[in-house]
């Protein structure tokens, strides 16, 4: 049963260039969100996806924008890379919205470690 | 970004040892999460919470959501050198899909 998948494992960037990062979630799942990990912080949440739509958005710009796919993967697009954007960013998945208890846990992917220069 | 208030920070415990660490909020919960993550990874699931005074077990583990809903606890029996590793609270309110994360508590055992 394979678990979530994320690309790239690492990638480096400089300033001003775009960058897209992708999800396969946890079979069965269906609801996808990306969080954002700077060095030695917890995740923050930058938004989740469910139907193909964005349910719900963190505190982030709108250079962050995302999409998820009729197969249920996504991807996390950032634009206008700052300094300040390096960070490994995570992706989780999860059951669908409509259940409630057990599948509010998400599981999470090993990240995408992105440097930006 | 909002993150939740996790003590200690870190800490270093001989082998063999009970570990505690709590975390809290100023808003109330519906769920609380606790995950640990190792360096290059994900985070892992240890145990999920999700009424208020609930205790749960996993092995060694044990986890605690608060009665007042603004904190959780978790505590680690025997420590081994494999409970290496950075723990990561989580919890989630009403009417929201997002959730908010702990700074980490990053332990380290001494063998």
Known sequence: DAGVTQSPTHLIKTRGQQVTLRCSPKSGHDTVSWYQQALGQ???????YYEEEERQRGNFPDR????????????LNVNALLLGDSALYLCASRPGLAYSGGANVLTFGAGSRLTVL | G???????????????ED?????????IFNTWLWYK??????????????KAGEL?????????????????????????????????CAGRGGGTYKYIFGTGTRLKVLA
Not at chain 2, 19 to 27: D, F, K, R
Not at chain 2, 37 to 50: F, K, N, S, T, W
Request: glycine letters at 8%; aromatic letters at 12%.
């Open chain 2, 37 to 50: 993550q190792d360096p290059g990874e994900g985070p892992v699931l240890l145990i999920a919470l999700y």
């Open chain 1, 64 to 75: 962050f924008s995302g999409h998820q796919f009729p197969n249920y993967s996504s991807e």
């Open chain 2, 56 to 88: 749960t077990s996993n092995g060694r583990l044990t986890a605690q959501f608060g009665i007042t809903r603004k904190d959780s606890f978790l505590n680690i029996s025997a420590s081994i050198p494999s409970d290496v590793g950075i723990y990561f």
């Open chain 2, 2 to 16: 909002q993150q939740l208030n996790q003590s200690p920070q870190s800490m270093f415990i001989q082998e063999g």
């Open chain 2, 19 to 27: 570990v505690s660490m709590n975390c809290t909020s100023s808003s």
């Open chain 1, 42 to 48: 917890g995740p923050q949440f930058i938004f989740q």
